[in-house]
Protein backbone atom coordinates (compact mmCIF):
# COMPACT_ATOMS: atom_id res chain seq x y z
CA UNK A 1 0.00 0.00 0.00
CA UNK A 2 3.19 2.15 0.46
CA UNK A 3 4.22 1.99 -3.25
CA UNK A 4 1.57 4.73 -5.15
CA UNK A 5 2.80 7.07 -6.68
CA UNK A 6 6.56 7.26 -5.91
CA UNK A 7 8.06 8.04 -8.65
CA UNK A 8 5.38 10.81 -9.50
CA UNK A 9 6.79 14.31 -8.29
CA UNK A 10 9.52 13.83 -10.61
CA UNK A 11 7.03 13.34 -13.44
CA UNK A 12 4.94 16.12 -12.24
CA UNK A 13 7.59 18.93 -12.10
CA UNK A 14 8.61 17.63 -15.49
CA UNK A 15 5.19 18.36 -16.66
CA UNK A 16 5.09 21.86 -15.13
CA UNK A 17 8.00 22.68 -16.33
CA UNK A 18 7.41 21.79 -20.25
CA UNK A 19 3.96 23.75 -19.41
CA UNK A 20 5.69 26.24 -18.47
CA UNK A 21 7.64 26.08 -21.71
CA UNK A 22 4.75 26.30 -23.77
CA UNK A 23 3.56 29.09 -21.75
CA UNK A 24 5.85 31.05 -21.82
CA UNK A 25 5.84 31.44 -25.71
CA UNK A 26 2.80 33.02 -25.69
CA UNK A 27 4.10 35.52 -22.30
CA UNK A 28 8.11 35.94 -23.39
CA UNK A 29 10.26 36.46 -20.07
CA UNK A 30 7.80 34.46 -17.31
CA UNK A 31 8.26 32.44 -15.36
CA UNK A 32 5.72 29.85 -14.31
CA UNK A 33 4.98 31.21 -11.09
CA UNK A 34 4.82 34.48 -12.40
CA UNK A 35 2.59 32.95 -15.46
CA UNK A 36 0.12 31.87 -13.00
CA UNK A 37 -0.16 35.60 -11.12
CA UNK A 38 -0.49 36.92 -14.58
CA UNK A 39 -3.87 35.24 -15.33
CA UNK A 40 -4.76 37.14 -12.13
CA UNK A 41 -7.81 34.87 -11.96
CA UNK A 42 -9.07 33.47 -8.44
CA UNK A 43 -9.35 34.99 -5.35
CA UNK A 44 -7.05 34.34 -2.31
CA UNK A 45 -8.80 31.46 0.00
CA UNK A 46 -8.36 32.90 3.27
CA UNK A 47 -7.81 29.88 6.33
CA UNK A 48 -11.23 31.02 7.71
CA UNK A 49 -12.39 29.92 4.29
CA UNK A 50 -10.26 26.96 4.09
CA UNK A 51 -11.31 25.65 7.35
CA UNK A 52 -15.46 25.81 6.84
CA UNK A 53 -14.57 24.18 3.15
CA UNK A 54 -11.93 21.42 4.60
CA UNK A 55 -14.28 18.54 5.73
CA UNK A 56 -12.44 15.36 4.80
CA UNK A 57 -10.65 13.25 7.16
CA UNK A 58 -7.44 11.54 6.18
CA UNK A 59 -6.41 7.84 6.62
CA UNK A 60 -3.70 9.22 9.11
CA UNK A 61 -6.76 11.01 10.76
CA UNK A 62 -6.20 14.36 9.36
CA UNK A 63 -9.24 16.76 9.67
CA UNK A 64 -10.87 14.95 12.79
CA UNK A 65 -12.36 17.64 15.21
CA UNK A 66 -12.39 17.79 18.65
CA UNK A 67 -14.99 15.24 20.52
CA UNK A 68 -15.63 12.06 21.80
CA UNK A 69 -18.04 8.84 21.89
CA UNK A 70 -18.47 5.60 22.63
CA UNK A 71 -20.15 2.28 21.56
CA UNK A 72 -22.59 2.36 24.49
CA UNK A 73 -23.26 6.68 23.74
CA UNK A 74 -23.44 5.23 20.14
CA UNK A 75 -26.68 2.76 20.96
CA UNK A 76 -28.89 5.85 20.92
CA UNK A 77 -27.58 7.67 17.92
CA UNK A 78 -27.45 4.31 15.55
CA UNK A 79 -31.42 3.33 16.77
CA UNK A 80 -32.39 6.71 16.50
CA UNK A 81 -30.43 8.21 13.22
CA UNK A 82 -29.36 4.69 11.29
CA UNK A 83 -31.63 2.02 12.30
CA UNK A 84 -34.45 2.59 9.89
CA UNK A 85 -32.21 1.85 6.46
CA UNK A 86 -29.14 -0.66 8.44
CA UNK A 87 -31.55 -2.50 10.58
CA UNK A 88 -31.48 -2.73 14.25
CA UNK A 89 -28.05 -4.44 14.44
CA UNK A 90 -26.51 -2.96 11.55
CA UNK A 91 -26.86 -6.39 9.45
CA UNK A 92 -30.70 -6.45 8.63
CA UNK A 93 -30.89 -3.68 5.75
CA UNK A 94 -32.63 -2.77 3.59
CA UNK A 95 -29.77 -0.61 2.59
CA UNK A 96 -26.00 -1.48 3.31
CA UNK A 97 -24.99 -3.93 5.56
CA UNK A 98 -22.62 -3.08 8.06
CA UNK A 99 -22.31 -5.38 10.56
CA UNK A 100 -20.61 -9.13 10.12
CA UNK A 101 -19.85 -10.97 7.50
CA UNK A 102 -15.96 -11.65 8.70
CA UNK A 103 -14.23 -14.93 6.72
CA UNK A 104 -17.08 -14.77 3.62
CA UNK A 105 -14.63 -12.84 1.01
CA UNK A 106 -13.58 -15.99 -0.67
CA UNK A 107 -16.71 -17.76 -0.54
CA UNK A 108 -19.25 -17.10 -3.87
CA UNK A 109 -21.94 -14.80 -1.75
CA UNK A 110 -19.36 -12.40 0.03
CA UNK A 111 -20.70 -10.43 2.53
CA UNK A 112 -18.90 -6.26 2.49
CA UNK A 113 -19.32 -4.93 5.65
CA UNK A 114 -16.87 -2.21 7.72
CA UNK A 115 -15.58 -4.99 9.82
CA UNK A 116 -15.03 -7.77 6.87
CA UNK A 117 -14.08 -5.12 4.15
CA UNK A 118 -13.19 -1.80 5.13
CA UNK A 119 -9.52 -0.87 5.19
CA UNK A 120 -9.49 2.30 7.09
CA UNK A 121 -11.79 3.21 10.57
CA UNK A 122 -11.03 6.93 9.47
CA UNK A 123 -13.24 6.98 6.18
CA UNK A 124 -16.28 6.10 9.28
CA UNK A 125 -16.15 9.69 10.19
CA UNK A 126 -15.20 10.76 6.82
CA UNK A 127 -18.29 9.20 5.31
CA UNK A 128 -20.60 9.71 7.87
CA UNK A 129 -19.98 13.21 8.28
CA UNK A 130 -20.60 13.89 4.61
CA UNK A 131 -23.07 11.67 3.77
CA UNK A 132 -25.25 9.88 6.51
CA UNK A 133 -28.22 10.04 7.63
CA UNK A 134 -28.87 9.61 3.87
CA UNK A 135 -32.20 11.89 4.43
CA UNK A 136 -30.21 14.62 6.28
CA UNK A 137 -25.97 14.24 5.41
CA UNK A 138 -24.16 16.40 7.59
CA UNK A 139 -26.87 17.20 10.54
CA UNK A 140 -24.78 15.05 13.21
CA UNK A 141 -22.50 16.45 15.88
CA UNK A 142 -19.07 15.38 16.20
CA UNK A 143 -19.70 13.50 19.43
CA UNK A 144 -22.72 11.76 17.60
CA UNK A 145 -20.61 10.84 14.86
CA UNK A 146 -17.61 9.55 17.21
CA UNK A 147 -20.23 7.66 19.22
CA UNK A 148 -21.72 6.17 16.12
CA UNK A 149 -18.61 5.08 14.84
CA UNK A 150 -17.69 3.36 18.33
CA UNK A 151 -20.88 1.56 18.10
CA UNK A 152 -20.40 0.21 14.36
CA UNK A 153 -16.80 -1.10 15.59
CA UNK A 154 -18.24 -2.75 18.76
CA UNK A 155 -20.56 -4.66 16.72
CA UNK A 156 -17.78 -5.53 14.35
CA UNK A 157 -15.83 -7.11 17.42
CA UNK A 158 -13.37 -5.07 16.58
CA UNK A 159 -12.98 -2.58 19.88
CA UNK A 160 -14.32 -2.80 23.21
CA UNK A 161 -17.63 -1.19 24.30
CA UNK A 162 -15.88 1.08 26.53
CA UNK A 163 -13.38 2.37 24.08
CA UNK A 164 -13.28 6.17 23.90
CA UNK A 165 -13.13 7.49 19.69
CA UNK A 166 -11.75 10.56 19.55
CA UNK A 167 -9.28 12.31 16.88
CA UNK A 168 -6.20 10.67 18.53
CA UNK A 169 -7.62 6.63 19.14
CA UNK A 170 -9.61 6.55 15.51
CA UNK A 171 -6.58 6.55 13.26
CA UNK A 172 -4.99 3.86 15.40
CA UNK A 173 -7.38 1.24 14.77
CA UNK A 174 -6.48 -1.60 12.53
CA UNK A 175 -9.12 -2.76 10.85
CA UNK A 176 -9.60 -6.31 10.25
CA UNK A 177 -9.09 -6.23 6.38
CA UNK A 178 -6.34 -3.26 6.44
CA UNK A 179 -4.52 -5.03 3.98
CA UNK A 180 -6.98 -6.70 1.48
CA UNK A 181 -5.87 -4.31 -0.93
CA UNK A 182 -3.46 -4.48 -3.68
CA UNK A 183 -2.46 -1.46 -6.32
CA UNK A 184 -3.97 -1.79 -9.91
CA UNK A 185 -1.99 -4.38 -11.58
CA UNK A 186 -4.05 -4.65 -14.37
CA UNK A 187 -3.64 -5.38 -17.66
CA UNK A 188 -4.24 -8.87 -15.85
CA UNK A 189 -6.41 -10.98 -18.57
CA UNK A 190 -4.55 -12.09 -21.67
CA UNK B 1 -45.71 27.77 -62.93
CA UNK B 2 -45.68 30.74 -60.57
CA UNK B 3 -48.67 30.85 -60.32
CA UNK B 4 -50.04 28.07 -58.28
CA UNK B 5 -47.99 28.17 -55.47
CA UNK B 6 -48.77 31.76 -55.51
CA UNK B 7 -52.64 31.58 -55.38
CA UNK B 8 -52.10 29.18 -52.61
CA UNK B 9 -49.86 31.48 -50.51
CA UNK B 10 -52.77 33.96 -51.11
CA UNK B 11 -55.43 32.06 -50.48
CA UNK B 12 -53.86 30.41 -46.99
CA UNK B 13 -53.42 33.92 -46.25
CA UNK B 14 -56.70 35.22 -46.74
CA UNK B 15 -57.98 32.68 -45.04
CA UNK B 16 -55.92 33.67 -42.17
CA UNK B 17 -56.86 37.28 -41.91
CA UNK B 18 -60.21 36.33 -41.71
CA UNK B 19 -59.86 34.48 -38.59
CA UNK B 20 -58.47 37.11 -37.56
CA UNK B 21 -60.57 39.69 -38.12
CA UNK B 22 -63.91 37.14 -37.20
CA UNK B 23 -62.49 36.71 -34.01
CA UNK B 24 -61.26 39.92 -33.57
CA UNK B 25 -57.59 41.57 -31.93
CA UNK B 26 -58.17 39.12 -28.58
CA UNK B 27 -57.62 35.62 -30.62
CA UNK B 28 -55.06 37.34 -32.86
CA UNK B 29 -51.96 34.81 -31.10
CA UNK B 30 -54.24 32.03 -32.58
CA UNK B 31 -52.92 31.38 -35.72
CA UNK B 32 -49.64 31.13 -34.50
CA UNK B 33 -50.57 28.41 -31.52
CA UNK B 34 -51.99 26.21 -34.02
CA UNK B 35 -48.65 26.91 -36.10
CA UNK B 36 -46.78 25.95 -33.32
CA UNK B 37 -48.87 22.45 -32.83
CA UNK B 38 -48.48 21.58 -35.76
CA UNK B 39 -45.83 19.04 -35.30
CA UNK B 40 -48.82 16.62 -35.45
CA UNK B 41 -48.44 14.95 -38.31
CA UNK B 42 -50.45 15.99 -41.50
CA UNK B 43 -50.83 13.47 -44.19
CA UNK B 44 -49.49 15.98 -46.69
CA UNK B 45 -46.32 18.17 -45.13
CA UNK B 46 -46.44 19.81 -48.27
CA UNK B 47 -49.77 21.55 -48.25
CA UNK B 48 -50.12 23.11 -44.34
CA UNK B 49 -47.50 25.48 -43.26
CA UNK B 50 -44.84 23.92 -40.81
CA UNK B 51 -44.44 25.01 -37.46
CA UNK B 52 -42.39 28.26 -36.23
CA UNK B 53 -38.87 28.71 -34.60
CA UNK B 54 -38.89 28.16 -30.83
CA UNK B 55 -36.82 29.02 -28.05
CA UNK B 56 -35.09 25.65 -27.24
CA UNK B 57 -35.33 22.38 -29.48
CA UNK B 58 -37.01 18.90 -28.67
CA UNK B 59 -37.01 16.02 -30.63
CA UNK B 60 -39.48 14.89 -33.09
CA UNK B 61 -42.57 13.55 -31.30
CA UNK B 62 -42.14 10.29 -32.71
CA UNK B 63 -39.18 9.80 -31.29
CA UNK B 64 -39.06 7.74 -28.34
CA UNK B 65 -36.44 6.86 -27.02
CA UNK B 66 -35.87 6.75 -22.76
CA UNK B 67 -32.93 6.28 -20.71
CA UNK B 68 -33.75 2.85 -18.49
CA UNK B 69 -33.34 3.63 -14.68
CA UNK B 70 -31.93 1.29 -12.22
CA UNK B 71 -30.93 0.38 -8.63
CA UNK B 72 -28.28 -1.73 -8.67
CA UNK B 73 -26.77 -5.07 -9.60
CA UNK B 74 -29.38 -7.94 -9.86
CA UNK B 75 -31.54 -5.03 -9.29
CA UNK B 76 -34.91 -4.70 -11.97
CA UNK B 77 -34.57 -2.14 -14.38
CA UNK B 78 -37.62 0.73 -15.26
CA UNK B 79 -39.75 3.81 -13.89
CA UNK B 80 -42.12 1.69 -12.05
CA UNK B 81 -40.77 3.12 -8.71
CA UNK B 82 -38.59 5.66 -8.71
CA UNK B 83 -37.31 6.33 -5.14
CA UNK B 84 -33.90 7.04 -4.19
CA UNK B 85 -33.17 3.30 -4.61
CA UNK B 86 -33.35 4.23 -8.36
CA UNK B 87 -29.89 5.49 -8.64
CA UNK B 88 -28.66 5.51 -12.14
CA UNK B 89 -30.35 5.75 -15.40
CA UNK B 90 -29.05 4.09 -18.45
CA UNK B 91 -28.62 5.54 -22.21
CA UNK B 92 -30.15 3.85 -24.89
CA UNK B 93 -27.60 2.78 -26.93
CA UNK B 94 -29.58 0.53 -29.02
CA UNK B 95 -31.25 3.84 -30.70
CA UNK B 96 -27.99 5.93 -31.05
CA UNK B 97 -26.60 6.36 -34.16
CA UNK B 98 -22.72 7.72 -34.73
CA UNK B 99 -20.79 8.53 -31.21
CA UNK B 100 -22.26 11.34 -28.81
CA UNK B 101 -25.09 10.84 -26.68
CA UNK B 102 -27.14 13.22 -26.73
CA UNK B 103 -27.20 15.39 -23.55
CA UNK B 104 -30.95 14.60 -22.52
CA UNK B 105 -29.92 10.91 -22.70
CA UNK B 106 -26.28 10.95 -21.30
CA UNK B 107 -26.85 7.91 -18.25
CA UNK B 108 -27.07 9.27 -14.68
CA UNK B 109 -25.50 7.91 -11.31
CA UNK B 110 -25.52 9.79 -8.23
CA UNK B 111 -25.59 9.08 -4.74
CA UNK B 112 -27.85 11.20 -3.27
CA UNK B 113 -29.84 12.56 -5.77
CA UNK B 114 -29.11 15.31 -8.54
CA UNK B 115 -28.45 18.64 -6.34
CA UNK B 116 -30.27 22.33 -7.80
CA UNK B 117 -26.80 24.78 -7.68
CA UNK B 118 -26.95 28.63 -8.41
CA UNK B 119 -23.81 28.86 -10.58
CA UNK B 120 -23.15 32.43 -9.12
CA UNK B 121 -23.03 31.20 -6.53
CA UNK B 122 -20.85 27.86 -6.65
CA UNK B 123 -17.12 27.95 -6.06
CA UNK B 124 -13.67 26.09 -6.45
CA UNK B 125 -11.65 25.73 -4.10
CA UNK B 126 -7.96 24.81 -4.47
CA UNK B 127 -6.00 23.93 -1.70
CA UNK B 128 -3.69 21.86 0.33
CA UNK B 129 -0.11 21.33 -1.05
CA UNK B 130 -0.55 24.27 -2.84
CA UNK B 131 1.57 28.27 -2.83
CA UNK B 132 -1.57 29.93 -3.20
CA UNK B 133 -4.74 28.26 -2.38
CA UNK B 134 -7.34 30.11 -4.73
CA UNK B 135 -11.14 30.31 -4.84
CA UNK B 136 -13.07 30.48 -8.50
CA UNK B 137 -16.34 31.51 -9.39
CA UNK B 138 -17.50 29.61 -12.78
CA UNK B 139 -17.36 32.63 -14.86
CA UNK B 140 -13.87 33.26 -13.62
CA UNK B 141 -12.78 29.82 -14.82
CA UNK B 142 -14.55 30.54 -18.43
CA UNK B 143 -12.09 33.27 -18.69
CA UNK B 144 -9.15 30.87 -18.81
CA UNK B 145 -7.82 29.12 -21.85
CA UNK B 146 -10.60 26.00 -22.55
CA UNK B 147 -10.08 22.94 -24.39
CA UNK B 148 -12.43 21.17 -25.63
CA UNK B 149 -12.21 16.58 -26.21
CA UNK B 150 -14.93 13.92 -27.38
CA UNK B 151 -14.23 11.04 -24.84
CA UNK B 152 -16.87 8.25 -23.13
CA UNK B 153 -17.41 8.26 -20.07
CA UNK B 154 -18.49 4.55 -18.29
CA UNK B 155 -19.74 3.90 -14.85
CA UNK B 156 -16.97 0.76 -13.95
CA UNK B 157 -20.23 -0.73 -12.51
CA UNK B 158 -21.32 -1.09 -16.49
CA UNK B 159 -22.38 -4.39 -17.58
CA UNK B 160 -21.84 -5.47 -13.80
CA UNK B 161 -24.91 -8.33 -14.75
CA UNK B 162 -21.57 -9.78 -16.30
CA UNK B 163 -20.39 -11.04 -13.62
CA UNK B 164 -23.76 -13.47 -12.78
CA UNK B 165 -25.69 -15.59 -14.61
CA UNK B 166 -26.85 -14.36 -18.17
CA UNK B 167 -29.88 -12.62 -18.28
CA UNK B 168 -32.33 -12.19 -20.89
CA UNK B 169 -32.01 -8.52 -20.98
CA UNK B 170 -31.38 -5.72 -23.70
CA UNK B 171 -28.00 -4.24 -24.37
CA UNK B 172 -29.48 -0.59 -22.76
CA UNK B 173 -30.01 -2.73 -19.49
CA UNK B 174 -26.50 -4.80 -19.66
CA UNK B 175 -24.52 -1.59 -21.31
CA UNK B 176 -26.27 1.72 -20.58
CA UNK B 177 -24.65 3.07 -17.88
CA UNK B 178 -21.69 4.64 -20.65
CA UNK B 179 -22.23 7.42 -23.04
CA UNK B 180 -19.88 10.16 -25.07
CA UNK B 181 -20.18 13.82 -25.26
CA UNK B 182 -17.62 17.13 -26.52
CA UNK B 183 -16.35 17.70 -22.99
CA UNK B 184 -15.56 21.62 -22.25
CA UNK B 185 -13.49 23.26 -19.97
CA UNK B 186 -10.49 24.55 -18.37
CA UNK B 187 -7.49 22.03 -18.01
CA UNK B 188 -6.44 21.04 -14.48
CA UNK B 189 -3.18 21.86 -15.61
CA UNK B 190 -4.09 25.49 -15.61
CA UNK B 191 -5.40 25.72 -12.74
CA UNK B 192 -2.30 23.56 -10.97
CA UNK B 193 0.01 26.55 -12.24
CA UNK B 194 -1.57 29.22 -10.89
CA UNK B 195 -2.43 27.55 -7.30
CA UNK B 196 1.48 26.79 -7.35
CA UNK B 197 1.38 22.62 -7.03
CA UNK B 198 4.22 21.60 -4.67
CA UNK B 199 6.82 19.18 -5.04
CA UNK B 200 5.76 16.60 -2.77
CA UNK B 201 1.83 16.54 -3.94
CA UNK B 202 1.38 13.54 -5.44
CA UNK B 203 -2.39 13.38 -5.22
CA UNK B 204 -5.75 15.19 -4.96
CA UNK B 205 -8.95 14.54 -3.25
CA UNK B 206 -11.81 16.23 -5.80
CA UNK B 207 -15.16 16.70 -3.74
CA UNK B 208 -19.02 17.29 -5.09
CA UNK B 209 -21.53 19.38 -3.61
CA UNK B 210 -24.24 16.91 -4.01
CA UNK B 211 -25.68 15.61 -0.24
CA UNK B 212 -23.27 12.65 -0.56
CA UNK B 213 -20.04 14.84 -0.33
CA UNK B 214 -18.71 12.74 -2.87
CA UNK B 215 -14.80 12.60 -2.56
CA UNK B 216 -12.02 11.07 -4.75
CA UNK B 217 -8.25 10.19 -4.51
CA UNK B 218 -6.80 11.18 -7.84
CA UNK B 219 -3.52 10.33 -8.74
CA UNK B 220 -0.91 13.04 -10.19
CA UNK B 221 -0.17 10.97 -13.09
CA UNK B 222 1.55 11.95 -16.46
CA UNK B 223 -1.97 11.00 -18.28
CA UNK B 224 -3.61 12.84 -15.19
CA UNK B 225 -1.81 16.10 -15.82
CA UNK B 226 -2.06 16.04 -19.53
CA UNK B 227 -5.57 15.29 -19.76
CA UNK B 228 -7.91 15.67 -17.19
CA UNK B 229 -10.31 18.89 -17.54
CA UNK B 230 -12.83 21.07 -14.95
CA UNK B 231 -15.37 21.31 -17.04
CA UNK B 232 -18.44 23.28 -17.57
CA UNK B 233 -19.34 22.16 -21.03
CA UNK B 234 -21.58 19.27 -22.40
CA UNK B 235 -22.12 18.88 -26.28
CA UNK B 236 -21.97 22.96 -26.84
CA UNK B 237 -24.20 24.10 -23.81
CA UNK B 238 -23.85 24.04 -19.76
CA UNK B 239 -23.51 20.59 -18.02
CA UNK B 240 -26.81 19.40 -17.69
CA UNK B 241 -27.84 18.76 -13.91
CA UNK B 242 -27.56 14.97 -13.87
CA UNK B 243 -24.04 15.49 -15.41
CA UNK B 244 -22.53 17.78 -12.45
CA UNK B 245 -23.91 21.42 -13.48
CA UNK B 246 -22.42 23.70 -13.36
CA UNK B 247 -18.48 22.04 -12.60
CA UNK B 248 -17.36 18.73 -13.25
CA UNK B 249 -13.72 16.46 -13.20
CA UNK B 250 -13.34 15.16 -16.21
CA UNK B 251 -10.56 12.14 -16.13
CA UNK B 252 -10.66 10.60 -19.76
CA UNK B 253 -10.58 7.07 -19.85
CA UNK B 254 -11.21 6.82 -16.07
CA UNK B 255 -13.87 5.02 -14.15
CA UNK B 256 -17.14 7.31 -13.92
CA UNK B 257 -17.17 7.53 -9.95
CA UNK B 258 -13.95 9.83 -9.82
CA UNK B 259 -14.98 12.13 -12.41
CA UNK B 260 -16.37 13.73 -9.47
CA UNK B 261 -19.49 16.03 -10.38
CA UNK B 262 -21.08 19.49 -9.11
CA UNK B 263 -17.03 20.15 -8.18
CA UNK B 264 -16.56 22.13 -5.65
CA UNK B 265 -12.64 21.67 -4.01
CA UNK B 266 -9.86 20.13 -5.17
CA UNK B 267 -7.26 19.11 -2.36
CA UNK B 268 -3.72 18.27 -2.95
CA UNK B 269 -1.68 15.96 -0.71
CA UNK B 270 0.91 13.47 -1.03
CA UNK B 271 -1.55 10.28 -0.18
CA UNK B 272 -4.50 8.61 -1.20
CA UNK B 273 -7.17 9.98 1.40
CA UNK B 274 -8.92 6.41 1.60
CA UNK B 275 -12.70 7.38 0.80
CA UNK B 276 -15.14 5.07 1.27
CA UNK B 277 -16.16 5.12 -2.49
CA UNK B 278 -12.45 4.16 -3.05
CA UNK B 279 -12.47 1.32 -0.52
CA UNK B 280 -15.81 0.14 0.24
CA UNK B 281 -16.57 0.53 -2.99
CA UNK B 282 -14.89 0.78 -6.60
CA UNK B 283 -12.66 -1.79 -5.69
CA UNK B 284 -13.16 -5.67 -7.02
CA UNK B 285 -13.07 -8.42 -4.91
CA UNK B 286 -10.55 -11.03 -6.08
CA UNK B 287 -11.08 -15.19 -5.56
CA UNK B 288 -8.39 -15.11 -3.02
CA UNK B 289 -10.36 -12.37 -1.11
CA UNK B 290 -8.23 -9.63 -1.95
CA UNK B 291 -9.06 -6.67 -3.79
CA UNK B 292 -7.94 -4.75 -6.37
CA UNK B 293 -7.83 -1.26 -5.42
CA UNK B 294 -7.85 2.09 -7.44
CA UNK B 295 -7.93 0.42 -10.89
CA UNK B 296 -9.16 3.65 -12.55
CA UNK B 297 -8.32 2.84 -16.41
CA UNK B 298 -11.63 1.57 -18.25
CA UNK B 299 -10.05 -1.02 -20.04
CA UNK B 300 -10.79 -2.12 -24.13
CA UNK B 301 -14.55 -3.00 -24.58
CA UNK B 302 -16.99 -3.26 -27.08
CA UNK B 303 -20.45 -4.10 -27.69
CA UNK B 304 -22.79 -5.12 -30.82
CA UNK B 305 -26.13 -2.64 -30.71
CA UNK B 306 -27.72 -4.05 -33.74
CA UNK B 307 -29.08 -6.43 -33.87
CA UNK B 308 -28.85 -6.90 -29.91
CA UNK B 309 -31.36 -8.77 -26.87
CA UNK B 310 -34.78 -8.82 -27.01
CA UNK B 311 -35.18 -7.20 -30.57
CA UNK B 312 -36.64 -9.35 -33.16
CA UNK B 313 -34.78 -9.29 -36.42
CA UNK B 314 -35.67 -10.88 -40.18
CA UNK B 315 -33.80 -12.95 -42.68
CA UNK B 316 -31.78 -10.72 -44.97
CA UNK B 317 -29.44 -7.95 -45.05
CA UNK B 318 -28.35 -6.24 -41.57
CA UNK B 319 -25.74 -4.00 -40.83
CA UNK B 320 -24.15 -5.62 -37.53
CA UNK B 321 -23.58 -2.09 -35.43
CA UNK B 322 -22.03 -1.46 -32.26
CA UNK B 323 -19.11 0.68 -29.98
CA UNK B 324 -15.76 -0.50 -29.18
CA UNK B 325 -13.80 2.05 -26.69
CA UNK B 326 -10.84 2.01 -24.30
CA UNK B 327 -9.35 4.18 -21.65
CA UNK B 328 -5.85 3.54 -22.93
CA UNK B 329 -6.34 5.04 -25.92
CA UNK B 330 -7.63 4.44 -29.40
CA UNK B 331 -9.14 1.48 -30.56
CA UNK B 332 -7.25 0.04 -33.60
CA UNK B 333 -9.26 -2.78 -34.47
CA UNK B 334 -12.61 -4.14 -34.42
CA UNK B 335 -13.69 -7.75 -35.33
CA UNK B 336 -16.92 -9.16 -35.68
CA UNK B 337 -18.14 -13.04 -35.41
CA UNK B 338 -21.39 -14.42 -36.36
CA UNK B 339 -20.64 -18.02 -35.38
CA UNK B 340 -19.96 -17.94 -31.46
CA UNK B 341 -16.21 -16.89 -31.82
CA UNK B 342 -15.18 -19.67 -34.35
CA UNK B 343 -14.38 -17.39 -37.38
CA UNK B 344 -13.96 -13.34 -37.58
CA UNK B 345 -13.97 -10.60 -39.80
CA UNK B 346 -12.48 -7.04 -39.20
CA UNK B 347 -15.26 -4.54 -39.29
CA UNK B 348 -15.04 -1.04 -40.49
CA UNK B 349 -14.14 1.59 -37.87
CA UNK B 350 -16.30 4.64 -38.63
CA UNK B 351 -14.72 7.96 -38.22
CA UNK B 352 -13.71 9.88 -35.95
CA UNK B 353 -11.68 6.96 -34.09
CA UNK B 354 -10.70 9.27 -31.41
CA UNK B 355 -8.61 8.40 -27.95
CA UNK B 356 -10.46 7.04 -25.19
CA UNK B 357 -13.87 7.63 -27.06
CA UNK B 358 -16.59 5.51 -27.92
CA UNK B 359 -15.87 4.22 -32.31
CA UNK B 360 -18.61 3.53 -34.17
CA UNK B 361 -18.13 -0.01 -36.42
CA UNK B 362 -20.23 -1.43 -38.71
CA UNK B 363 -20.44 -4.92 -40.66
CA UNK B 364 -22.67 -5.70 -43.07
CA UNK B 365 -24.14 -9.15 -43.33
CA UNK B 366 -27.34 -11.33 -44.47
CA UNK B 367 -28.70 -13.35 -41.93
CA UNK B 368 -29.75 -16.54 -43.21
CA UNK B 369 -32.52 -17.74 -40.77
CA UNK B 370 -30.37 -20.22 -38.83
CA UNK B 371 -29.46 -19.55 -35.45
CA UNK B 372 -26.06 -17.60 -35.08
CA UNK B 373 -24.16 -16.15 -32.01
CA UNK B 374 -22.92 -12.61 -32.74
CA UNK B 375 -19.83 -11.49 -31.03
CA UNK B 376 -17.27 -8.43 -31.46
CA UNK B 377 -13.75 -7.89 -29.81
CA UNK B 378 -11.44 -5.16 -30.13
CA UNK B 379 -7.66 -4.15 -29.57
CA UNK B 380 -6.39 -1.06 -28.63
CA UNK B 381 -3.49 1.19 -29.44
CA UNK B 382 -1.43 -0.56 -26.90
CA UNK B 383 -1.92 -3.83 -28.19
CA UNK B 384 -4.41 -5.09 -25.52
CA UNK B 385 -7.42 -7.51 -26.78
CA UNK B 386 -10.40 -7.49 -25.36
CA UNK B 387 -10.84 -10.90 -22.89
CA UNK B 388 -13.52 -13.56 -23.26
CA UNK B 389 -15.37 -14.12 -20.53
CA UNK B 390 -14.12 -17.02 -19.68
CA UNK B 391 -10.75 -15.93 -19.57
CA UNK B 392 -11.69 -12.51 -17.89
CA UNK B 393 -13.39 -14.78 -14.61
CA UNK B 394 -10.71 -17.23 -14.75
CA UNK B 395 -8.50 -14.08 -13.68
CA UNK B 396 -11.07 -12.39 -11.25
CA UNK B 397 -13.99 -14.86 -10.16
CA UNK B 398 -17.30 -13.57 -9.97
CA UNK B 399 -17.32 -11.24 -7.27
CA UNK B 400 -15.90 -8.57 -9.06
CA UNK B 401 -19.14 -6.28 -9.25
CA UNK B 402 -16.61 -3.60 -11.44
CA UNK B 403 -14.77 -3.71 -14.61
CA UNK B 404 -16.27 -6.61 -16.23
CA UNK B 405 -15.08 -6.07 -19.84
CA UNK B 406 -15.68 -9.44 -21.09
CA UNK B 407 -16.57 -10.05 -25.34
CA UNK B 408 -20.61 -10.31 -25.27
CA UNK B 409 -22.33 -12.92 -26.99
CA UNK B 410 -25.62 -12.58 -28.59
CA UNK B 411 -28.00 -15.29 -29.89
CA UNK B 412 -29.84 -15.22 -32.84
CA UNK B 413 -32.84 -17.49 -32.46
CA UNK B 414 -34.77 -19.39 -35.58
CA UNK B 415 -37.51 -17.20 -34.87
CA UNK B 416 -35.34 -13.99 -35.24
CA UNK B 417 -35.51 -13.14 -31.28
CA UNK B 418 -32.68 -11.92 -30.27
CA UNK B 419 -31.05 -13.39 -26.20
CA UNK B 420 -28.15 -12.67 -24.13
CA UNK B 421 -25.77 -15.63 -23.55
CA UNK B 422 -22.38 -16.61 -22.64
CA UNK B 423 -21.08 -18.28 -25.62
Redesign the interface.
Known amino acids: MDGYGTSMPKRFLLCVGISAIALGCVLPGWSADENAAGYGIGKAATDEEIRAWNIDVSSTGEGLPPGQGTAKQGTQVFAEKCAACHGPTGTEGPKDRLVGGRNTLTTQKPIRTIGSYWPYATTLYDYINRAMPFYAPQSLSPDEIYSVVAWLLFQNQIIAQDIVIDAQTLPKIQMPNRDGFIPDPRPDVQ | MHDAPNEIDRRRFLKRSASVIAFGATTFALPVAKAQESSTPSDDPMRVPGSLPRPYGERSPFEKQQRLGGAGPGAPHGWGTNT?NNFNSGTPIQDLHGIVTPSALHFERH??GVPAIDPDHHRL???GLV??????TVK??Q??PSVSRIAFLECSGNTWDGWRDAQDVTVQDLYGLMSTSEWTGVKL?TL??????R?????M?A?GSD???L?RSV????DV??EAMICYGQNGEALRPEQGYPLRLFLPGFEGNINVKWL??L?L?S??????WE??KY?E?L???????????M?AKSVITYPSGQQQIQPGVHEISGLAWSGRGRVTKVEVSVDGGRTWQGARLQEPVLPKCHTRFGLPWRWNGQEAILQSRCVDETG??Q?TRQ??V???G??SVYHYNAIQSWRIEPNGRIRNIYA
Open positions: PHNLIHNRPLIFELRLSLETVGVREATWLEAAGDPLTELNRRKGAPFMTRTATLPDGKAYQFTLVEYSPDLKVRTN
